[in-house]
């Protein structure tokens, strides 16, 4: 029987976990290690792991060792790039998770090196196998889409506009494009290699995957800025009100609560849409956008 979306979530992380921490030890003789270790389980909704395992479970019966470290390794970037994001030469944020951030307990030093650290981490999962496990050619190309998602021309990218827009007006399209880059692509990315390992290659899945991805990571971003605004510190495990305090652009401040609101309605039906070309084997992939523009943190 079909679980329910949490229940998923949650078996999500127990199977990245479990590989997680085979990967990075317990050792507490290296605040490396321990800083690293804070910052990957400290209660992470697993999301991106998620839509992983949820899009190759389109195209694949069993899950494949090439989907498990697709999975892995879209968690390693995310959790390296949220310990950046919290650095005071960022956002300078003192709460994550409900918990002090990564530098507040361990200094800054030692964080931006855990945050390089889980980056390294994660292409090492992508590469470091034997060829019988997963060919070296699907490797090559998880490595690269990876890359691309997390580098200059993806999150990295979206970051730097980011920091450039404190203080700044932008408009639709401009904050779009940030979104895009900065949130949308590592979410892009996730449902792109969960295809790529499970062994999808129909270029009308492909495409239809590409317009869910499109629409529901930036609905991602869109939620996020209307916590921002309606939610509290205690139910978001960090800040409310933070991007307000940076006088950063966000939907809220460009559409107005209802209108952003609004948006995020048009942007689920977007995603909804585009899986009906799958119709009820992608219940699983419907649910977690489901979840994803109705999280409360
Ligand atoms: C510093 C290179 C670098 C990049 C940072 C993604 C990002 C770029 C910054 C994170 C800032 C932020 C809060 C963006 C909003 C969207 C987002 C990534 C929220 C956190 O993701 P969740 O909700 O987090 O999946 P959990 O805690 O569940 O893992």
Avoid at 64 to 84: F, G, M, Q, W
Avoid at 105 to 114: D, H, P
Avoid at 197 to 224: E, K, M, P, Y
Avoid at 242 to 252: E, H, S, V
Wanted: glycine letters at 8%.
């Amino acid at each position: 029987m079909a679980v329910d979306t949490p229940t998923y979530l949650a078996n999500c992380q127990a199977l990245v976990d479990t590989r997680l921490k085979q990967l990075l030890p317990e050792r507490l003789d290296s605040s490396l290690y321990q800083a690293m270790r804070y910052s990957l389980f400290n209660g992470g909704k697993r999301i991106r792991p998620a839509l992983c395992y949820a899009t190759a479970e389109l195209f694949e019966p069993a899950t494949s060792e090439a989907t498990h470290r697709s999975a892995c390794a879209v968690e390693l970037i995310h959790a390296y790039s949220l310990i950046h994001d919290d650095l005071p030469a960022m956002d300078n944020d003192d709460l994550r998770r409900g918990k002090p951030t990564c530098h507040i307990v361990f200094g800054e030093a030692t964080a931006i090196l855990a945050g390089d650290g889980l980056q390294a981490l994660a292409f090492e999962v992508l590469g470091g196998h034997s060829d019988d496990q997963v060919p070296a050619a699907i490797s090559l190309q998880l490595v690269r889409l990876l890359a691309s998602a997390a580098g200059p021309a993806g999150m990295v990218g979206g970051q730097a506009l980011d920091l450039d827009a404190v203080d700044r007006q932008l408009d639709l399209a401009a904050l779009q494009a940030m979104h895009n880059a900065k949130t949308g692509a590592l979410i892009n990315a996730s449902i792109r290699m969960g295809a790529l390992a499970a062994g999808a290659t129909d270029q009308t899945d492909l495409n239809a995957l590409a317009r869910f991805s499109a629409a529901i990571g930036l609905a991602f971003q869109v939620q996020d800025d209307i916590l921002d605004v309606e939610s509290s510190t205690d139910a978001l495990g960090k800040r409310q009100g933070a991007d307000q305090a940076l006088n950063k652009p966000t939907y809220t401040s460009l559409l107005g609560l209802a209108g952003a609101k609004a948006r995020l309605a048009e942007l689920h039906d977007c995603a909804t849409a585009a899986l009906e070309h799958f119709g009820a084997r992608a219940t699983r992939l419907t649910d977690l956008g489901n979840f994803i523009v109705s999280r409360n943190h």
